[in-house]
């Protein structure tokens, strides 16, 4: 296990598309214990996409159950992951791991429908909402070269420097 580097912005390997996981492999499941670690590294990190840390493959681990009183479906590992449903639309505040200095208001789906895969190579469906839909499609942007400042409602007056983390 290891925890590994999360490249920031604004480092142009956040921008590349990540392609689709092909092989369900022992070093598919190695690589995502250490995607998780990395993420549970990170203060306040609720989630990853594997292109934070430099591997352009569609991987993403969403954990938002720290988070009191929201619905959740507790840790979820999501290779090629694809929202097939949008539904209602909110704005939120948002942070990233990448984005280390700040936060910023984003709209996003308040519901989602995804198709996806475990790290065994088993089909997945899932329905979001609320908060954790939100963090869901966060990652997915990552897995299309897009941080959260490519959809902030306005860059003037949506854009926050981040308050210090407080550690758990």
């Not at 690589?31 to 993420?39: A, H, K, S, Y």
Request: glycine letters at 8%; proline letters at 4%.
């Amino acid at each position: 296990m290891a925890v590994l580097e999360i490249l920031t912005y604004p480092d142009v390997r956040l921008e590349r598309i990540a392609q689709p996981v092909e092989r369900f492999d022992d070093a598919l499941r190695a690589f995502i214990v250490d995607l998780e670690e990395t993420m549970r590294a990170g203060p306040g990190g609720v989630g990853i996409a594997a292109p934070q840390v430099g591997r352009a493959e569609r991987i993403v681990i969403v954990d938002v159950s720290s988070k009191p009183k929201i619905k959740h479906h507790g840790r979820l590992v999501l290779v090629n992951p694809e929202i097939t449903h949008w539904e209602g639309f909110v704005v939120g505040r948002e942070g990233c791991m990448s984005v280390p200095d700040y936060t910023g208001n984003v709209i996003r789906a308040e519901r989602i429908t995804l198709e996806a895969f475990d790290e065994l190579g088993s089909a997945l469906h899932y329905e979001f909402e609320g908060y954790e839909a939100r963090a869901v499609q966060h990652e997915i942007d990552h897995l299309d070269g897009l941080l959260f400042l490519d959809r902030l409602v306005s860059r003037r007056n949506d854009l926050f420097r981040r308050k210090v983390y407080q550690k758990a």
